[in-house]
């Protein structure tokens, strides 16, 4: 079984492109029985990994038209992860995340670093609520939901930062598909370690400045 990936990059420093390369390791070295392609989408130019497919916008940072590019060089294998890079991959998280799409149409892992995810007892936790049940930083997906939605509904390019999550949660359920957290499903996430190193302006424009382009959105959402 293959697994496409996706993870968003942004190398500006030694620590921040050490931070995605152990992202990166860690998928690989979760599973043995499970291939990934790993897509990084990287907006620093020049900036590379290793055991991966690095692709350059050279274009300023916009959350879901770079996921969009990312998607563009997708193996076409039944499941897309999409995966922040200040993360790290427990063992066999995959498989537990593809048994839940046997049931769901997207899932979460749990993020034990997080107070709210210790002592998960139920294998599944269905719901949307975004942070507590949808993670953006970590969800995987059927390929054929991707098939039947629109990726241009999915991944609006007016919503660049903040909000994607809140926005892809939106739209599953007004088409009606179930989502869960899998509490079997284990990921570390660093919490915001890119977004942390970038300028106050460029800090605002992709984080509290999207909450007025979401809600924009959403008004028109059928």
Same mark, same amino acid.
């Given at each position: 079984?293959?697994?496409?990936?996706?993870?968003? +990059?942004?190398?500006?420093?030694?620590?921040?492109?050490?931070?995605?390369?152990?992202?990166? *390791?860690?998928?690989?070295?979760?599973?043995?029985?499970?291939?990934?392609?790993?897509? $990084?989408?990287?907006?620093?130019? /020049?900036?590379?990994?290793?055991?991966?497919?690095?692709?350059?916008? @050279?274009?300023?940072?916009?959350?879901?038209?770079?996921?969009?590019?990312?998607?563009?060089?997708?193996?076409?294998? /039944?499941?897309?992860?999409?995966? *922040?890079?200040?993360?790290? +991959?427990?063992? =066999?998280?995959?498989?537990?995340?593809?048994?839940?799409?046997?049931?769901? @149409?997207?899932?979460?892992? $749990?993020?034990?670093?997080?107070?709210?995810?210790?002592?998960?007892?139920?294998?599944?936790?269905?719901?949307?609520?975004?942070?507590?049940?949808?993670?953006?930083? +970590?969800?995987? $997906?059927?390929?054929?939901?991707?098939? =039947?939605?629109?990726?241009?509904?999915?991944?609006? #390019?007016?919503? =660049?930062?903040?909000?994607? /999550?809140?926005?892809?949660? #939106?739209?599953? +359920?007004?088409?009606?598909?179930?989502?869960?957290?899998?509490?079997?499903?284990?990921?570390?996430?660093?919490?915001?370690?890119?977004?942390?190193?970038?300028?106050? =302006?460029?800090?605002?424009?992709?984080? !509290?400045?999207?909450?007025?382009? !979401? /809600?924009?959105?959403?008004?028109?959402?059928?």
């Amino acid at each position: 079984m293959t697994i496409d990936v996706i993870m968003l +990059a942004m190398g500006s420093t030694g620590n921040l492109k050490s931070m995605t390369q152990q992202a990166i *390791n860690s998928i690989h070295a979760s599973e043995k029985d499970i291939q990934f392609n790993i897509v $990084v989408v990287e907006t620093i130019k /020049d900036v590379t990994y290793k055991h991966c497919t690095v692709v350059h916008p @050279d274009k300023k940072f916009n959350y879901n038209k770079f996921t969009k590019i990312g998607l563009r060089h997708l193996s076409g294998a /039944d499941y897309v992860y999409f995966v *922040n890079n200040d993360t790290k +991959a427990h063992y =066999e998280f995959a498989k537990h995340l593809v048994n839940g799409l046997l049931i769901y @149409d997207s899932v979460s892992p $749990v993020n034990p670093m997080m107070p709210e995810h210790r002592n998960k007892r139920e294998q599944y936790i269905e719901g949307f609520k975004v942070r507590e049940l949808f993670c953006g930083w +970590a969800f995987m $997906v059927k390929r054929s939901l991707l098939d =039947e939605i629109n990726n241009d509904v999915l991944f609006p #390019d007016e919503i =660049e930062g903040w909000y994607s /999550d809140n926005w892809f949660a #939106d739209v599953l +359920a007004n088409h009606g598909k179930r989502h869960a957290l899998v509490s079997r499903a284990k990921v570390d996430h660093l919490e915001s370690k890119t977004i942390r190193s970038l300028t106050r =302006e460029e800090h605002d424009r992709i984080t !509290y400045e999207q909450k007025k382009n !979401y /809600d924009k959105l959403l008004g028109g959402l059928e």
